[in-house]
């Protein structure tokens, strides 16, 4: 009934329904982010008898001196610098040419969408040959410009470029499908006003569609830099489980895998993990005050 | 400014014409409404007046300007779409001025306008609202105000009354009369509702089946209908329709036997029929009978039989219930007889005289 009151029963009832998805998340969700938040604070620790015997901020000050962390953040954020706004203006671009074919436009939408449905595993073994020294496609292609070729994987100048590249054109595809969205759903009606209104195509873009899209664009950059910042299959797929030559592309996920999968200092991998989480929570917040002037719903 | 269509022929597919020759002029300054059912040609008229569309065939002319081969961003008029397309994500001062924007008009000189505007339609009071935030009603004088904000040598309005309730459509109806007289634009209107047409408009063209029915005043639309569309389409209560031949008995030496041998089918407006003789006016005498009587606020029907075919009055207040066999009479003004192709051969004001 529409009118029935939320009772005890009716609360338990739902509780029920709620209860399988509600197990699965509090144990490899809810009770794992507590777990870390608390490992972090941990700095006497036996991994095997999981005896804490002390307690204290020693890990955080640990990663504000450590230098391998400093690269680590400084890599991440040149990554998401890289990636981000790039990722949103190619996107955008090829969206609104897609929108303009219309006679083909389910080929190139698919074409564009493949490399999200493909592993980054099998992405990254085709980059690695493309960004070969040699025999890469991208140095023969530089090579017509008169590019001398470059070690896009083996030096420490270009390896996180190469990374930035590759990663800007695997999330192309669910961005681009994202913004085709939204461009359709902008009424057609804006477009004749405006016409009428005596906007040229040019005004009609930047008047109408990107007020109209900024929900999307909102979307895909709130979502692109989460993903960029935690980024680390791409990187241990491109240089076969190393963090690039020198340290190149050690970003904050990478270090946090290395701390707790090479070293076992599970407090310290804690501990970054925590940081990065803040970080994420920072560059978010920045986001959602930013939208509540410039988002238009 | 002076619209001309010159043998205008529209189509979408290639196919089946949309419109088909076009001719008429919409003089300089007056209201014209466009009037008809549904997938009649209207707003494709309109359309092709604003330049969102282009012509398969035929020219049009604003002035004596060809305008035929202009887009909209040319032609430079100003419309106000059925559902206003207010930009949602600019306040009602930025709608408003958001043409003379365009127009690369400067900021505080746009906003003067706009506020000039907004005191016109009466929206001075809203300017820093966001049209989401604004009636229905509000919305559609926003719409007006940006269609005016440059100075447009032409109005169009789409159905601009639909999405509005009942009252405020009568109040906006007057609103758009009142600010089309105060600023002089020729304004085109287009409806489906021959009310709003009858009371705000100048001329009124008919338009179905993609082609003109009837160009002309609204009273003339009414007491001198081209043919039977126009007839039945004009008027509330629809008008009677019965067979010619029913009244032919009845008509013998009232009209003239050619005409009468020709008339397939006789219209009968509901206040054609009266109870008492009126003289002059009265072209038959007919004999009936009652068989329903209702009255609505200050409105009265009557069902007649006459002939085995059923009419409708609205003058036969009072007389029914006790007599329900009666003589009635048949007035001059407000019958006609079409002919087989369904135009008008008798009636009209020309004969009622």
């Known amino acids: ?297 | 400014m002076k619209v001309t269509f010159k043998d205008v022929t529209m189509s979408y597919d290639g196919k089946t014409d949309t419109l088909k020759d076009l001719n008429f002029t919409i003089p300089d300054g007056t209201l014209v409404s466009l009037l008809g059912p549904s997938g009649g040609g209207k707003t494709t008229t309109l359309n092709l007046i604003s330049g969102l569309l282009s012509p398969t065939a035929g020219q049009i002319f604003f002035g004596d300007t060809d305008v035929t081969k202009k887009d909209a961003l040319a032609r430079k008029v100003g419309m106000v779409f059925q559902n206003y397309s207010l930009y949602p994500h600019l306040s009602v001062l930025d709608n408003i001025a958001f043409p003379l924007k365009m127009a690369k008009v400067s900021k505080a000189e746009r906003h003067a306008k706009a506020k000039d505007l907004a005191k016109l339609v009466h929206v001075e009071d809203q300017l820093d609202k966001k049209p989401g935030a604004l009636s229905g009603g509000q919305q559609q004088r926003v719409a007006i105000a940006r269609a005016l904000a440059k100075s447009p040598s032409l109005l169009l309005l789409d159905e601009p009354l639909s999405n509005l309730d009942a009252r405020l459509r009568i109040e906006m109806r007057e609103e758009i009369r009142r600010i089309q007289r105060e600023t002089g634009v020729t304004t085109i209107f287009v409806t489906h509702d021959q009310d709003e047409a009858l009371h705000i408009s100048d001329n009124i063209m008919v338009l179905a089946n993609g082609s003109i029915q009837q160009f002309s005043s609204p009273q003339t639309l009414y007491d001198q209908p081209n043919n039977l569309f126009v007839a039945k389409f004009i008027g509330e209560p629809v008008i009677n329709t019965i067979p010619a031949q029913a009244l032919a008995a009845d008509l013998a030496g009232a009209v003239p036997e050619d005409i009468l041998k020709q008339a397939e089918t006789a219209g009968i407006r509901s206040e054609a029929l009266i109870p008492y003789d009126a003289g002059e006016n009265v072209l038959a005498k007919l004999h009936g009978k009652i068989t329903q009587s209702s009255k609505y606020g200050r409105e009265a029907t009557a069902n007649i039989t006459y002939n085995g075919e059923h009419l409708l009055s609205t003058e036969m207040a009072g007389v029914s219930g006790s007599q329900p066999e009666l003589d009635f009479y048949l007035t001059k003004s407000g019958f006609f007889l079409f002919d087989q192709s369904g135009a008008l051969i008798f009636g009209g004001e020309s004969h009622a005289k």
């Open chain 1, 1 to 297: 009934m529409l009118n029935e009151k939320a009772s005890f029963k009716s609360t338990a009832k739902a509780a029920l329904y709620l209860l399988p998805m509600l197990v699965i998340t509090i144990t490899f969700n809810i009770w794992p982010i507590i777990n870390s938040f608390l490992m972090s604070l941990y700095t006497k620790y036996d991994f095997y008898t999981d005896k804490v015997s002390g307690w204290g901020f020693d890990n955080f000050v640990y990663l504000w001196n450590d230098p391998d962390f400093h690269l680590a953040v400084r890599n991440t954020l040149v990554f998401v610098v890289g990636v981000v706004p790039i990722t949103v203006i190619l996107s955008l671009i090829i969206a609104l040419l897609l929108n303009q074919v219309k006679i083909i436009s389910g080929f190139f939408r698919t074409v564009y969408f493949l490399p999200f449905v493909t592993s980054t595993v099998a992405i990254a073994m085709v980059w690695n040959w493309m960004f070969h020294g040699n025999y890469g496609l991208v140095n023969y292609f530089l090579s017509w410009f008169g590019v001398h070729p470059i070690n896009w994987l083996t030096d420490p100048h270009y390896a996180l470029l190469a990374l930035i590249i590759m990663s800007i054109w695997k999330s192309l595809g669910f961005n681009i499908i994202l913004f085709l969205v939204g461009l359709n759903n902008i009424d057609h009606g804006y477009y004749e006003a405006a016409e009428i209104d005596g906007a040229n195509a040019r005004q009609r873009f930047w008047n109408i569609t990107i007020p109209m899209l900024s929900p999307i664009t909102f979307l895909v950059s709130v979502n692109g830099i989460i993903g960029s910042f935690k980024v680390f299959d791409e990187i241990f797929a491109l240089f076969q489980g190393t963090p690039g030559p020198g340290k190149a592309d050690l970003t904050i996920v990478y270090y946090l895998y290395q701390k707790f999968y090479t070293e076992y200092k599970y407090p310290i991998a804690a501990a970054s993990g925590v940081v990065l989480f803040f970080l994420i929570l920072l560059v978010t917040l920045v986001q959602l005050w930013y939208s509540r002037k410039h988002v238009h719903y």
